[in-house]
Nanobody, 124 residues
Framework: QVQLVESGGGLVQVGGSLRLSCAAS????????MGWFRQAPGKEREFVAT????????YYLDSVKGRFTISRDNAKNTVYLQMNSLKPEDTAVYYC?????????????????WGQGTQVTVAS
C-alpha cells in the first residue's frame, strides 16, 4: 500500500502562484509514476501532470504547459506541483496519485493510489 498526503492548497489571486506537495509513505515509489489530477465543481476529474519517479520524465495537460511544473524529491519521498500564472479556470480540488508503472501515464484508471485532495481557489 502507498499512502499519499497532499498539502499546499489555498486561495490565490489571478496570476499568483502555489506549490502543492504530495508526501508518499508505505511502499517505495521509486519505480512508480506520480500524477496530479484535478476536479472542478460540476466537472469530471482530469489529468494535470505526471512524472516518472525513476527517469524524471514528465507529461502535462496542454492548458498548463509552461505554467505548471511537476518535480520530485527523492530524499523526502515527495512530489511537487509548482503552479504559476494561475487562472480562475485552475480552481479545483487537486489530487495526487501513484501508479506502479515504469512510464509517464495520464489515464486515471492506471493509478492505484490516491490522496484526499487539496483545494485550490483562484480569485479574479
Amino acid at each position: 500500500q502507498v499512502q499519499l498526503v497532499e498539502s499546499g492548497g489555498g486561495l490565490v489571486q489571478v496570476g499568483g502562484s502555489l506549490r502543492l506537495s504530495c508526501a508518499a509513505s508505505g511502499r517505495t515509489v521509486s519505480s512508480y509514476s506520480m500524477g496530479w489530477f484535478r476536479q472542478a465543481p460540476g466537472k469530471e476529474r482530469e489529468f494535470v501532470a505526471t512524472i516518472n519517479w525513476r527517469t524524471g520524465n514528465t507529461y502535462y495537460l496542454d492548458s498548463v504547459k509552461g505554467r505548471f511544473t511537476i518535480s520530485r524529491d527523492n530524499a523526502k519521498n515527495t512530489v511537487y506541483l509548482q503552479m504559476n500564472s494561475l487562472k480562475p479556470e485552475d480552481t479545483a480540488v487537486y489530487y495526487c496519485a501513484a501508479a506502479p508503472r515504469g512510464t509517464v501515464i495520464s489515464c486515471e484508471s492506471d493509478y492505484d493510489y490516491w490522496g484526499q485532495g487539496t483545494q485550490v481557489t483562484v480569485a479574479s
